[in-house]
DNA sequence: CTGTTAGCGCATTCAC
DNA sequence: GTGAATGCGCTAACAG
């Protein structure tokens, strides 16, 4: 009749015994050591470290419902603008003694929901990476439990959108201090909302300078995808391109070398999230994204959420233009 | 007396109830539906899905003993050598049907094993990426659970080793091919398995081309670090350098950019883990290390030893050299 | 302050 | 083929 596990790990009975209590006992020592007397404490603690116990966290969740963890989710792990991201979450959740699970969604919506269903029963609450599901399924899941996203408005979510516009601005005035009249963006994903964002942004900027930005669509925020999209941007007439990442930028650096036309010479580029850093050359400008702190405030709104904190927090996060070598003058043809 | 969680999530039981049948039933529909009527298990799937109920691991584990979910610990999430790896880990794991916990451990043996005790109770088994623990630790918690090791040679444990030989050994002959006889290494931190398999490489690779190779410690392995090595560099006579990774060599081209050293011309440098791509210019020669195999060869491991599946696997990797544009004929000096 | 008891959600004997 | 009872490790409520 008895199920064994026997996992080698002591429980709580196996100290309650060698400490000569109830198992309750051991219990409170360690949930509420000021419940008992020190004394006990101290004797469960010895008794405790003696045999290596470490309390089976699934199993109080099992009565309490508190499991200690809670979940990140994110489209692709291996996209730079991810792990600073991750990384921050993770260590804001250890400080307050919770553990992260993990997902990569591979960019699909369906996998993205698996994910959190599969979580759900043991996390706390989640964090929702540019999230690919519909609105509304996210919504349900906060149903059940508190949901935090990042760059994804959806009204009454605590969130944390990282805003384009003053990067972007910054950008396009830039471009035109450097004589640019004509510039087009080579634009992302258009499900995603941070493509959108861009979009506006790039749109309130140019009308604010009484010019027109083109868009040329590139499949993907890809380096090939920035390749391939070079001739089409040669051919709009333009002298500067703002892309969609910079991954795209990159790969528009590489393709316009390819063509041989020096950049910023006779055109200029600039990224955006800034994640290739200084190492493309000529050294990328680009609109920087700081996804480091999306990830701190993120974890901070949902622990505050999950001690249940007032929920429709909307943190923005402002970018700034990081200018460094591959925007100059603008270039006159003849 | 009741303990009410009230998550909201429907539970075995009213699942039993809805489906007018006994909980085991519900529960025997789900792990072994050969067991009952096909008109009962469809009947009880068609109530859980009324439900929307789905199965809560972390209780099944309380009986079981399986939870359904593996750990993985790496030094830094946003060091680029680990996300690829992560994301394979993720995606082999997903597909056997296992929740992954991620922990950083920020580069500390003590955080390292923190995090492995806490996780210890609701894992199957640990994917261990780069360990900075004591090797006896590390055996220990294979006691506990399956242990699976990247990069670092533990005997008795299933691991997965890239080994640099090959690719350094190219890289060596490469650059004697061009006329190098004079290079020197820019170790990483002396304390990790990798650098001491470079330099192990790198001294036979020396040896077998009768010549010798010094080593210059960058205090770490970072852009920066590269830079302030530069003069060091420089002052050995060497014509060219092998760096511990691409960051390194990274800062070591900006470094000799600076000092207006042309490269390949003058100096040719190559990175190591191949991790920044094309990205550099010129575009860096590396070593190739293939982080995302590692990832999934890990987790085909962990996945047998989890099944009981002999434990003393060996997988090393091979490596081979990404020749770029940093490297180039040996500059004689007058 | 501490021991006793019951139950969290589930899988598993054992009867029927 | 199905239902009833028991226990996984732990905490909460209730006594004492």
Same mark, same amino acid.
């Given at each position: 009749?008895?199920?064994?596990?026997?996992?080698?790990?002591?429980?709580?009975?196996?100290?309650?015994?060698?400490?000569?209590?109830?198992?309750?006992?051991?219990?409170?020592?360690?949930?509420?050591?000021?419940?008992?007397?020190?004394?006990?404490?101290?004797?469960?603690?010895?008794?405790?470290?003696?045999?290596?116990?470490?309390?089976?966290?699934?199993?109080?969740?099992?009565?309490?419902?508190?499991?200690?963890?809670?979940?990140?989710?994110?489209?692709?792990?291996?996209?730079?603008?991810?792990?600073?991201?991750?990384?921050?979450?993770?260590? /804001?959740?250890?400080?307050?003694? *919770?553990?992260?699970?993990?997902?990569? @969604?591979?960019? $699909?919506?369906? =996998?993205? #929901?698996? %994910?959190?269903?599969?979580?759900?029963?043991?996390?706390?609450?989640?964090?929702?990476?540019?999230?690919?599901?519909?609105?509304?399924?996210?919504?349900?899941?906060?149903?059940?439990?508190?949901?935090?996203?990042?760059?994804?408005?959806?009204?009454?979510?605590?969130?944390?959108?990282?805003?384009?516009?003053?990067?972007?601005?910054?950008?396009?005035?830039?471009?035109?201090?450097? /004589?640019?009249?004509?510039?087009? *963006?080579?634009?992302?994903?258009?499900? @995603?909302?941070? $493509?959108?964002? =861009?979009? #506006?942004? %790039?749109?309130?900027?140019?009308?604010?300078?009484?010019?027109?930005?083109?868009?040329?669509?590139?499949?993907?925020?890809?380096?090939?995808?920035?390749?391939?999209?070079?001739?089409?941007?040669?051919?709009?007439?333009?002298?500067?391109?703002?892309?969609?990442?910079?991954?795209?930028?990159?790969?528009?650096?590489?393709?316009?070398?390819?063509?041989?036309?020096?950049?910023?010479?006779?055109?200029?580029?600039?990224?955006?999230?800034?994640?290739?850093?200084? @190492?493309?050359?000529?050294?990328?400008?680009?609109?920087?994204?700081?996804?480091?702190?999306?990830?701190?405030?993120?974890?901070?709104?949902?622990?505050?959420?999950?001690?249940?904190?007032?929920?429709?927090?909307?943190?923005?996060?402002?970018?700034?233009?990081?200018?460094?070598?591959?925007?100059?003058?603008?270039?006159?043809?003849?």
């Amino acid at each position: 009749m008895t199920i064994r596990k026997d996992d080698g790990l002591p429980t709580i009975s196996d100290v309650a015994l060698r400490a000569r209590v109830a198992r309750s006992t051991v219990s409170r020592a360690f949930s509420r050591p000021e419940m008992i007397s020190a004394s006990t404490v101290e004797r469960v603690k010895k008794a405790a470290t003696a045999l290596g116990y470490v309390p089976n966290y699934a199993a109080r969740a099992l009565s309490t419902g508190l499991h200690g963890n809670i979940a990140i989710i994110v489209p692709d792990i291996a996209n730079p603008f991810f792990p600073p991201l991750i990384r921050a979450v993770q260590a /804001g959740a250890d400080s307050e003694g *919770y553990s992260v699970f993990l997902g990569d @969604s591979d960019e $699909d919506a369906g =996998r993205e #929901l698996k %994910l959190a269903d599969r979580f759900a029963n043991q996390v706390e609450g989640f964090i929702l990476a540019s999230p690919r599901s519909a609105q509304q399924n996210i919504m349900d899941l906060n149903k059940r439990r508190p949901v935090v996203v990042i760059n994804r408005d959806i009204a009454d979510l605590p969130r944390v959108l990282i805003d384009p516009a003053l990067g972007v601005k910054d950008a396009v005035a830039h471009l035109v201090e450097l /004589g640019h009249r004509k510039m087009v *963006y080579v634009s992302g994903p258009a499900v @995603s909302w941070s $493509d959108q964002q =861009r979009r #506006l942004a %790039l749109r309130h900027a140019a009308a604010s300078h009484d010019i027109r930005i083109d868009t040329i669509s590139a499949e993907r925020p890809t380096f090939n995808a920035g390749l391939k999209v070079v001739s089409a941007v040669l051919r709009s007439g333009a002298t500067a391109a703002i892309t969609f990442d910079d991954f795209v930028a990159h790969g528009l650096l590489s393709g316009l070398a390819e063509h041989h036309i020096p950049v910023p010479k006779k055109f200029s580029v600039i990224g955006m999230d800034d994640v290739l850093g200084a @190492s493309t050359f000529p050294a990328l400008t680009s609109v920087s994204g700081r996804c480091d702190e999306a990830g701190r405030i993120a974890i901070q709104l949902l622990i505050g959420a999950m001690q249940g904190k007032s929920s429709d927090i909307c943190t923005v996060l402002r970018t700034h233009l990081a200018i460094r070598a591959t925007t100059g003058q603008a270039f006159r043809r003849q």
